[in-house]
């Protein structure tokens, strides 16, 4: 949510950051900006509404400094819009911030500010933190790190900054506090950045920054401090293919990391087969067998895709190890005083591993004795640290907003988990070998899946012009319909509204009309009759229906199918959802949207 770049080094900074946001733009696409310090003491400030394109066809040419900050935002206090776009300045522009997460208490500090004089540029919150480090200038003799360190002590909320004092053109400061902040350690040059893309391009040396740490960026290197102490930091070498952030031939990012399942369900399974138990070996953790016998209960925690990937996670583990599981939206579990149970399993499931409300969960599961374990996709992100054990997805960077290949992992990984709490429990060895090869044969059936792409688009683009769609499913097909009617809804703006296929006749079935058509999800599974009972009743009201299972056949009760290979049933949710990522896809496409940047949307939620 909202993107950070900074450089300090040899090189032209300004290409540097630019080429940066645009890795991150992701993160939040309503304005962009950049500053520079300037000759006499003054920022030279760039930004505008809008892409970062836009700002980069703005900046003039030949801009030579070697230390930079930049961001692209995704709006929380005031509209998007040129002043209030990033970054900001103090009244002598002397001082400029960049931030992401949100002030709390800004409304407070504006009003006081204001009351000493001071006036303000920008509706935001982040404009009150350059006033602020400016005022500590005036209060005495001390450089930007003490100044930037005496007014976070003011601040209540969360941030990642990063501040320049014109003044000190040799310098950065930067801070984090419930905000992703990374350190990148080159030769004479140090980066900061939300996030990792920003860069793997330039080094693989990484500092991931904590909560409370304050940072002073130097071109020969960094000093962290906590608490006006000394820090050590060391920087860890990041596994990441610079590649894995090029988009190579694909049109769009989605397209791309949708082709990408193959290889990352591969990556997810490598190393954690135990063929000789017919179980899962899942090192990361941390639970004895005897403590693993001892879970009654598995409890799931994501939101948005994470929710619907931990739903689905819940249905696996129930299913195959027969242990009772749920999973809920995080924050309506963090805000409803959940009862703590110590023979609970609680799984935080994150691709950044950063949301908010997601990390505020598992502090409250912490809180209050409970044991919690990530499933996340970020190597060393604070959802990862505070938990301390769990799965790594290993399904490589995602970069769309919408998560495709990070949801098929994430329900691979509980497929292992599910495996592992089985087999330590009743799960028989045969199911055990045949959940297995079911496992390894998901690749190869995703890519049979892909291959039918041509087909899917048609169907998209004839469905695109219906204003909206149901998605119903039973049982194993009800969370595939609620993450297809997601996707539906992120990328094409179309209204989708997912149910279970029995609900329909309970009041959904009154919006049954030729142009609100219905994606019904129909494994061969022992529902299969009561699902074409379903159809046959929309069929009844002049309904049309498009189907997403295993029989050709099909065809004869509805308008449209889509077939996708069988596997064990447990695992067929797995694949009936690849069609429906594709469904939605192609129909954004077809109505022009910008796939990769949705409106309204970001990827990484580190606010409320
Ligand atoms: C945002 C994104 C979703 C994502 C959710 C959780 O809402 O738009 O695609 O599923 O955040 O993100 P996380 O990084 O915790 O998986």
Same mark, same amino acid.
């Given at each position: 949510m909202c993107g950070i770049v900074a450089y300090i080094g040899r090189r032209p900074a300004v290409p540097l950051v630019v080429d940066g946001l645009r890795r991150l733009e992701y993160r939040g696409y309503d304005s962009a900006g950049l500053a520079i310090p300037d000759r006499g003491d003054k920022m030279a400030v760039h930004k505008t509404a809008g892409r970062v394109d836009d700002l980069a066809a703005r900046l003039p040419k030949r801009l030579t400094a070697t230390t930079a900050i930049g961001h692209t935002r995704w709006a929380t206090h005031g509209v998007p819009s040129d002043v209030n776009a990033h970054p900001h300045l103090d009244t002598a522009g002397r001082v400029a911030v960049v931030h992401n997460g949100i002030v709390e208490n800004a409304a407070e500090l504006r009003a006081r500010l204001t009351a000493e004089g001071v006036v303000f540029a920008s509706d935001t919150d982040t404009e009150v933190l350059a006033h602020l480090i400016a005022r500590e200038f005036a209060a005495g003799e001390r450089g930007l790190a003490d100044a930037v360190r005496i007014t976070l002590g003011h601040i209540a909320g969360t941030y990642g900054i @990063? %501040?320049? =004092?014109?003044? /000190? !053109?040799?310098?950065?400061?930067?801070?984090?506090?419930?905000? !992703?902040?990374?350190?990148? $350690?080159?030769? /004479?040059? %140090? +980066?900061?950045?939300?996030?990792l &893309? @920003?860069?793997?391009?330039?080094?693989? /040396? $990484? $500092?991931?920054?904590?909560?409370?740490? +304050? @940072? $002073?960026?130097?071109?020969?290197?960094?000093?962290?401090?906590? =608490?006006?102490? !000394?820090? &050590? /930091?060391? !920087?860890e070498v990041v596994d990441i293919e610079p590649m894995a952030y090029e988009l190579g031939p694909h049109p769009h990012w989605m397209h791309k990391e949708i082709h990408e399942q193959p290889a990352a369900v591969e990556r997810a399974l490598t190393g954690r087969i135990d063929d000789r138990f017919a179980t899962a070996h899942l090192g990361g953790l941390g639970l004895s067998p005897r403590e693993t016998r001892e879970i009654r209960r598995v409890v799931i925690l994501g939101c948005g895709s994470a929710y619907l990937a931990g739903r689905l996670g819940a249905q696996l583990v129930e299913e195959i190890a027969r242990i009772p599981a749920s999973a809920e939206p995080a924050a309506e579990f963090r805000y409803r005083n959940p009862v703590i149970e110590p023979d609970t399993l609680y799984v935080a499931v994150s691709q950044s591993g950063e949301t908010y409300d997601t990390l505020s969960a598992v502090q409250e599961v912490q809180r209050k004795g409970g044991r919690v374990v990530g499933v996340v996709g970020m190597v060393g992100s604070a959802i990862a640290r505070e938990c301390g054990s769990g799965i790594y997805l290993h399904a490589g960077p995602e970069v769309s907003v919408t998560s495709t290949k990070t949801y098929t992992a994430t329900a691979v990984a509980f497929a292992l988990l599910a495996l592992h709490l089985g087999r330590v429990r009743d799960l028989s060895p045969a199911d055990g070998r045949r959940l297995i090869a079911g496992l390894r044969a998901l690749p190869g059936q995703i890519a049979e899946i892909l291959a039918s792409e041509k087909q899917i688009r048609e169907v998209a683009a004839r469905w695109a012009s219906y204003p909206g769609m149901l998605y119903v499913g039973r049982v194993r097909g009800a969370v595939v319909a609620s993450e297809g009617a997601l996707k539906l809804k992120e990328v094409a703006y179309l209204h989708a509204e997912a149910y279970p296929a029995s609900e329909l006749k309970h009041g959904p079935l009154a919006l049954i009309s030729p142009d609100r058509p219905v994606v019904a999800v129909i494994p061969d599974d022992e529902l299969r009759d009561k699902n074409l009972g379903t159809v046959a009743e929309v069929k009844a009201r002049d309904g049309r229906v498009l189907a997403v299972g295993h029989d050709p056949e099909l065809k004869a009760a509805a308008d449209e199918v889509l077939v996708v290979p069988r596997n064990e049933p447990e695992l067929d949710p797995v694949l009936l959802g690849i069609p429906l990522q594709l469904l939605a896809y192609h129909a954004a496409v077809t109505l022009g949207h910008d796939v990769d940047r949705p409106r309204n949307l970001a990827k990484s939620v580190t606010v409320e």
């Open positions: @990063a %501040v320049l =004092d014109a003044t /000190r !053109p040799d310098e950065i400061v930067v801070a984090r506090n419930g905000s !992703p902040l990374l350190l990148g $350690v080159g030769e /004479r040059e %140090v +980066l900061a950045a939300s996030d &893309s @920003a860069l793997v391009t330039h080094t693989r /040396r $990484v $500092v991931h920054l904590q909560d409370g740490d +304050l @940072a $002073v960026l130097r071109a020969g290197g960094y000093e962290v401090h906590r =608490d006006g102490a !000394p820090a &050590s /930091r060391v !920087p």
